[in-house]
Structures are given as C-alpha cells and as structure tokens.
C-alpha cells in the first residue's frame, strides 16, 4: 500500500514551518557551517527549498537523503509504499541495500502507480496518518508530469532558474538503528573533496530522512564532524578532561560510558609520543578532542534530536 510521508504533528520544531510543503528545516549552530537537515518535504516544498537556499547565497547544495525506504512523489506528494498489517512502521527488509539499488526500485515503482492510475479513473489509494495513528485512505490523482521517483524530482528542480544546484546523494540508513559501516565511508567518501579543499561559501549542505529527525540529524553531525576535523578544529580551552573509566559520578548522559571512555583511552595511548609512550605516559588529546568534537556537533545539531542523549 502507498501511505503519504506526510503525517499529524510531524512539524517537531519551535519555529514556524517555512512553507506549507516543508517541515522541520533548520540549519547547524556551529558557526561557519552551512549545515542543514529537514523533514522529506513535498515537491512544492523541495522546490522552495531550492529556491530559499539559492536566496541565501548557495549556489551549489550537496542533498543526502538518508532514507533506506523506497519514496516516490505522486501529484507532487512525497510517498512510501508500506505494508498492509503494518502501516505505520517504514518495510523493513531493505537493510544494506544500496543508493543505485533504490534508484532502481523508485523508477519502477512511480512507473508501476502511474501505471494504476492511468487503468482506472486516474487516482490512486494513498493512506494519510491522523492524529490517533489511524491511517484513513483518499483517492488522489496520479498525473504522470507531476509523479517522480525521488531522484527525477532533483533533476526537474535543477531545470529550475530559481534553484540552487542541487546535487543528489543517497545514503540509506535504516529507520531507528546505526548506520553501517558503508554509510559512514560513502559520507566520507562524497565529502571528503570539499571537507579539505574546503567548503566554498556558495555551497551547502542538506541532509533528509522521513520526518527529518534521527537519520536527518545522524547525516549533520557526521557532516559537520568531518568537515571541522578537516581543519583542524580544537576544543575551546575550558572543555573538561574526561574522568576516568570507572571513576564514579560519570555523566552517562553525555556518553560517560566505561566501554566509551576506554576506547577514548586506547585512542589516546595509540597516538602518543615516543618519548611520552616509554614514559608509560597516556596524554589526553586525540580521544578526548574526538569525543568533544562529536559532542558540540551533536548539541549543535540537536533541534529535534540531540543523538548523544538519545
């Protein structure tokens, strides 16, 4: 079954959404960085993005959808097929699955619904969740100029004088879990050009999932760590030293862990001076400025998530 992305309350932040198509649209709080996460929005709604981006100053945008779920726009209508006894959780049998892959499966999975539509009165059911998690199905037309897979919607924006250059990327992760290990490299991979020759000034970065939460804000901190890493970044001079692994009075609410904080340890010890490591010396430094690089990317980033107390 097809169910609209769109939902009752899916609007998280304190601030008004920018357009009826957009919701949960913001930008990094860490200076300098031209980082933005938002919700998957419409197409009425990308395109305003596009254009909102563009009015900024960004002439090229680097777009991550972070989403393992096929989507497809119908009438414009951002939508994810979902399965019958289990409508409001996104289908869960698509783990590792890879961005070409999806490409491949949102081509023919618009072809497949317009297709529907065209043999009957030219609508299809698509279900839309209330306010009580129940999901009510509507009949909505299914023009063919105006249904796209996800990726064709960027290139009919990039056709558009008034947006920015959008540059599609996919990044599937899956609803509510880490992200393997391929996803962390293919961020680095897609970054790591503009992470060191720096990012221009005219350029941004956007990152997508569903309601624009967990994935969205997982995709801003990791493009935030990497592009401040990139530069040298240091933590300001009145950061904390991290306690020691089993000392008492961690704040495990900032990821204090024991298993945590030894790993920072054997960062530590494994990036030490000859002189300090005969010593038998472990000097606080790449561990404990890694640690406080993520957590200020995390609060910086955490809007509608913070991912370390999450």
């Known amino acids: 079954l097809m169910k609209c992305d769109e ?24 200076a300098g960085l031209a980082v933005f996460g938002s919700g998957q929005c419409h197409l009425d709604g990308l395109a305003f993005l596009g254009a909102q981006l563009k009015s900024l ?4 945008v680097l777009w991550f959808n972070m989403r393992e779920e096929p989507v ?11 399965s019958a006894n289990n409508m409001n959780e996104n289908v869960e049998h698509l783990t590792s699955i890879q961005g070409h892959e999806l ?13 529907a539509a065209a043999a009957g009165d030219k609508t299809l059911g698509v279900y839309y969740q209330l306010a009580d998690g129940s999901n009510d199905e509507r009949q909505l037309p299914v023009p063919p100029d105006r249904s796209l897979p996800v990726r064709g919607a ?11 250059q959008l540059v599609y990327h996919r990044v599937p992760i899956a609803d509510e879990t880490a992200p393997e290990e391929q996803d962390f490299d293919q961020l680095v991979s897609e970054l790591r050009e503009i992470a060191y020759t720096g990012l221009a000034d005219d350029v941004a970065l956007v990152f997508n999932c569903q309601m624009g939460r967990g994935r969205t804000t997982t995709g801003m901190v990791c493009g935030s760590i990497l592009l401040l890493a990139s530069r040298g970044w240091q933590p300001p ?10 000392a008492s009075g961690r704040n495990l609410k900032r990821g204090e862990y024991t298993a945590v904080l030894e790993l920072l340890r054997l960062v530590d010890s494994a990036t030490q001076t000859d002189a300090s490591a005969a010593a038998g010396v472990v000097k606080e430094d790449r561990g404990w400025r890694a640690k406080a690089l993520v957590d200020m990317c995390c609060d910086d980033c955490g809007h509608a998530q913070n991912m370390v107390e999450a």
């Open 103 to 115: 490409d491949s499966m949102e081509k023919r999975l618009c072809e497949d619904c317009v297709e």
């Open 72 to 82: 497809v726009f119908l009438n414009g209508q951002a939508c994810a097929p979902r």
């Open 237 to 246: 001079p009145d950061t904390p030293r991290l306690p020691e692994p089993a």
């Open 154 to 164: 960027y290139e009919w924006l990039n056709g558009r004088d008034a947006s920015a």
């Open 57 to 60: 100053g960004y002439t090229r």
């Open 7 to 30: 939902f009752a309350n899916i609007h998280l932040l304190k601030t008004e959404r920018p357009h009826p198509e957009v919701w949960n649209f913001r930008k990094t709080e860490t």
